[in-house]
């Protein structure tokens, strides 16, 4: 069985295939779901809710990063760099004492499993005419956006 979600203006949909076949179509109501979600779950969801109706600018669930110590040390960085600021991948080389990294502190970054929480979205090119982001440029102009840097 495969899923999708859709964010209609009536609310969030489901779309269940199997078989390459559409086999359900209903909205998923939070209330129900939200109860039988775990508490560590729980906490997250309502932190990114709370980040999107700007109560929240900083984030403190409990995570870990099954990355590489490298990786650890760029997404820690990452995660210093304020709300409604940015920082170039040579800014983040430089915090984690390998100045001539940039390019392999995006690679790392391209790897961030934690969307939003560590805000990779804050970290740009020196020249801003390239803009990358896991999820796609649109998203993360958007989280800048949110956050007033653009």
């Not at 039988?36 to 984030?59: D, G, M, P, T, V």
């Not at 939003?116 to 801003?128: A, D, E």
Request: charged letters at 20%; proline letters at 4%; glycine letters at 4%.
């Amino acid at each position: 069985m495969k899923q999708g979600y859709y964010q209609s203006p009536a609310g969030l949909v489901m779309v269940i295939s199997q078989n390459n076949k559409i086999i359900n179509i209903s909205f998923i109501l939070a209330c129900p779901l939200f109860s039988s979600l775990s508490k560590e779950i729980k906490q997250c969801l309502q932190e990114i809710a709370q980040y999107f109706i700007n109560q929240r600018k900083i984030f403190s669930f409990d995570y870990v990063l099954n990355t590489t110590k490298f990786s650890q040390k760029v997404l820690e960085a990452t995660k210093q760099i304020p709300y409604g600021e940015a920082r170039t991948y040579s800014d983040i080389a430089k915090m984690i004492n390998h100045p001539l990294a940039a390019r392999t502190v995006g690679s790392a970054l391209k790897r961030n499993p934690l969307a939003i929480s560590i805000p990779c979205h804050r970290v740009i090119n020196k020249n801003s005419k390239r803009i990358n982001y896991l999820y796609g440029v649109e998203i993360k102009l958007a989280l800048l956006a949110w956050e007033g840097v653009i």
